[in-house]
């Protein structure tokens, strides 16, 4: 990746452009880069970047939710950049109390953790939940919903920083996956019963084990994976269980609007709060994608600093 100068972009039609001041960086951004995501949706050269937070430079024609000068979030795409334009019914207000660092670690993590646990067929229905990975970006945002909306919380992480993070965020039983009878702890804390919905972060490694956690009718809801697995399908019939794979960018329109406003309204209302593990500059981008996908314990979100 490197900076170039190209046009400021003009909004059109129900279009907004944001003078971008902070973008997320999400692990997708690397499977982009590296061709392993939808490499036929991608051509090269790309702006990455789906999440972004800033201030509205201009409106198009139709836009009446939004002036020049206010405070955004948004859930788009090309927000490595200091300028972007987005559609007006994907960007939402940011609270004054949100840093435009917080704003930017809010798309694609709180989208999808938003979708996992109430968009989801049976999940609608779920009043636990256990969040596999719940130290990364979606798993903290998944912890701060879940939480707010009464559900008995369990979460994991690999180290012990990340385990105090995901308390704080939120979750009610915390357990280190890196422990070889974490299964069995969870299991006694849930009095055997196990949970209603797993959100899972690394299926290649837990769907097998997750199928054990859930109750009958219980869902997995597979949030990411770094390869193939496979499990034995008599626990899930004999559970009546399922599992479902969740991919924020085929999500309807309507279910994406109803996301946007409920996050805006637990950011106002402070029971959403964006945690960063660490912030850069855009030039270090790189540097960056090179953190998310080697770090060996996620402590929430990454941002670039856009100037």
């Given at each position: 990746m490197k900076i170039e100068e190209i046009p400021i972009p003009e909004p059109g039609k129900n279009e907004v452009l944001i003078r971008i001041h902070a973008a997320g960086v999400n692990p997708v951004d690397t499977y982009i880069r590296a061709g392993h995501f939808a490499p036929e949706s991608y051509k090269l050269p790309l702006i990455l970047g789906s999440d972004g937070a800033g201030v509205v430079e201009a409106v198009g024609a139709g836009v009446t939710r939004f002036k020049k000068g206010e405070r955004v979030f948004c859930?788009?795409?090309?927000?490595?950049?200091?300028y972007c334009v987005v559609p007006d019914h994907l960007c939402w207000t940011l609270p004054g109390k949100c840093s435009f660092?917080?704003?930017?670690?809010i798309g694609v993590p709180y989208f999808t953790a938003y979708n996992a646990l109430f968009q989801t067929g049976w999940s609608k229905k779920s009043k636990s939940v256990l969040i596999h990975g719940a130290s990364g970006g979606v798993g903290l945002a998944a912890c701060q919903l879940a939480r707010h909306a009464g559900m008995t919380v369990y979460g994991t992480a690999g180290t012990e920083?990340?385990?105090?993070?995901?308390q704080e965020a939120g979750a009610h039983h915390v357990f280190n996956h890196r422990d070889s009878d974490y299964v069995k702890k969870l299991m006694e804390a849930t009095k055997g019963e196990g949970?209603?919905?797993i959100l899972e972060m690394a299926a290649h490694a837990n769907l097998g084990n997750d199928l054990d956690i859930i109750k009958p009718k219980g869902i997995v809801a597979v949030i990411g994976s770094h390869g193939p697995t496979s499990v034995d399908p008599g626990k899930l019939m004999g559970k009546q269980s399922a599992v479902f794979g969740i991919l924020l960018f085929t999500v309807p329109k309507e279910e994406v609007a109803e996301a946007g406003s409920a996050i805006a309204k637990g950011l106002e209302d402070g029971s959403l709060n964006p945690i960063i593990d660490?912030?850069?500059?855009?030039?270090?981008?790189?540097?960056?994608h090179k953190d998310i996908m080697g770090s060996a314990g996620a402590k929430g979100k990454l941002i670039l600093i856009v100037k």
């Open positions: 859930y788009t795409s090309k927000c490595y950049a200091q660092a917080q704003g930017a670690s920083e990340g385990l105090k993070l995901i949970v209603d919905l660490k912030e850069y500059p855009l030039e270090r981008a790189g540097d960056a």
